[in-house]
């Protein structure tokens, strides 16, 4: 039987709430505005951050970081930000 540490648990079900608030508010509710998305988040790694140990919320952020980046970031649907391919057009 697969025994799981309350960290673990704490883990999951964080990268679970950041998985449903980018659901909801991409799908569901089509929000478009970067910084509602970008607070949602930021209060998922907030609350995490002060229940759990460090490792919790960096794993948190970082699923909420690359779900903010791809969801919400335009061009919506890349890892990349039209900032950062301007930016090599330039170069």
Known sequence: MLRTTPEGARAVA??????????????WLHISNTATASTAFLLIVLVVAAASRPWVPAVTSAAAMFAFNYFFLPPVGGLTTRAAALNREAV
């Not at 964080?14 to 799908?27: D, E, K, L, N």
């Open 14 to 27: 964080a990268v679970g709430g950041v998985a449903g608030v980018t659901f909801v508010y991409a799908q």
